[in-house]
């Protein structure tokens, strides 16, 4: 199955600085890579995706890229804030045999801005 | 929009007892996958319900068993609970649960086994 590795495990960066978090996933069959951030006592909420199709997408201060050839992908958030600091997780989205598809987590990445 | 709820938040049940928890999507959703997070194993697929029939299983024993409804939303059942059940227990809610729409996650059940 679908395996999906996540470094690194934590992160440290200075307010106003960038931060990389950098995924790899063994499925050449994926073809959905979203990015969720939990905060504490929350459940994960999507920040950002990227398809196959698809080298590069940005949305603001977050950016997500997608090597297909390498099988890895990462995201990249600039101008860091306090509010940044959370527990960010990395997906892989296969599709199943049965119709549907299922997320594969990598295992999560602690990031903290610090001031 | 209403997001994804999930009830109860917090459950505090004895080994051997069973549970069973509840997830409502967002409307016009047709998909309930639910999620295991635990500090480790991370996050594992449980099933996917989709019309009201399982479309698909993770590789949990046949003691967590779910169930959707005509209006979409879905309950979780765990049986015969063990400690190693403990865990924080997420739904995600999608449109039709292909790579065409994405999941919407709720903030989940704390279920903890004593």
């Known amino acids: 199955g679908e395996n999906v590795e996540q470094h690194p495990s934590t992160l440290s960066v200075q307010e106003g600085d960038s931060a990389v978090i950098k995924c790899t996933y063994s499925?050449?069959?994926?073809?959905?890579f979203p990015w969720y951030k939990q905060e504490l006592g929350k459940g994960p909420q999507l920040i950002i995706d990227i398809r196959s199709n698809v080298g590069e997408k940005k949305d603001q201060r977050i950016a997500v890229t997608l090597n297909k050839t390498a099988k890895h992908f990462s995201l990249h958030i600039t101008e860091t804030q306090p509010e940044d600091s959370a527990v960010y997780f990395c997906?892989?989205?296969?599709?199943?045999?049965?119709?549907?598809?299922?997320?594969?987590f990598g295992t999560g990445t602690q990031l903290k801005v610090e001031l | 929009k209403a997001g994804v709820t999930q009830t109860p938040r917090y459950l505090i049940k004895t080994r051997g007892q069973q549970v069973t928890l509840s997830c409502s999507p967002i409307?016009?959703?047709?998909?309930v996958s639910w999620y295991q997070q635990t500090p480790g194993q991370g996050l594992q697929f449980l099933f996917e319900y989709f019309s009201e029939t399982q479309r698909n299983k993770g590789n949990f024993p046949g003691r967590f068993s779910g169930r959707q409804f005509s209006n979409s939303r879905s309950e979780m059942n765990v049986s015969t609970l063990e400690l190693g059940d403990s865990a924080l227990y997420l739904c995600a809610s999608s449109f039709s649960g292909t790579t065409n729409y994405g999941y919407t996650f709720g903030s989940g059940t704390r279920l903890t086994v004593v």
């Open positions: 499925d050449s069959a994926s073809n959905y």
């Open positions: 409307s016009g959703h047709r998909s």
């Open positions: 997906a892989a989205s296969i599709g199943l045999t049965g119709g549907g598809n299922k997320l594969t």
